[in-house]
Nanobody, 114 residues
Framework: QVQLVESGGGLVQPGGSLRLSCTAS????????MAWYRQAPGKQRESVAV???????NYAESVKGRFTISGDNAKNTVYLQMSSLKPEDTAIYYC????????WGQGTQVTVSS
């Protein structure tokens, strides 16, 4: 089964930027559309961005215009470029296949705080 590893999180001030990476053990789009999710303390996991193998993207309203999802087939990696970060973006961020998920990874913590 494909394994996914997230990285790139950290502590950033409001208004700052981070780029998250999701690297697959095999072809990144082998199971179809990829998505980034996040889970804040006490809240359900939610999807924030998706990208198809054709490069079609979609975003949650809360991140539209601030986050950009992209993929690199050669590196088996999907990225999430996050800018204009807000405290409410604080969460653990995960990646997974949108309609054909595999086991969840450990995620990467993003904390937006001054």
């Amino acid at each position: 089964q494909v394994q996914l590893v997230e990285s790139g999180g950290g502590l950033v001030q409001p208004g700052g930027s981070l780029r998250l990476s999701c690297t697959a053990s095999g072809s990144i789009f082998s199971r179809g559309t990829m998505a980034w999710y996040r889970q804040a303390p006490g809240k359900q996991r939610e999807s924030v961005a998706v990208i198809s193998s054709y490069g079609v993207t979609n975003y949650a309203e809360s991140v539209k215009g601030r986050f950009t999802i992209s993929g690199d087939n050669a590196k088996n990696t999907v990225y999430l470029q996050m800018s204009s970060l807000k405290p409410e973006d604080t969460a653990i961020y995960y990646c997974n296949y949108y309609t054909n998920p595999v086991s969840w990874g450990q995620g990467t913590q993003v904390t937006v705080s001054s």
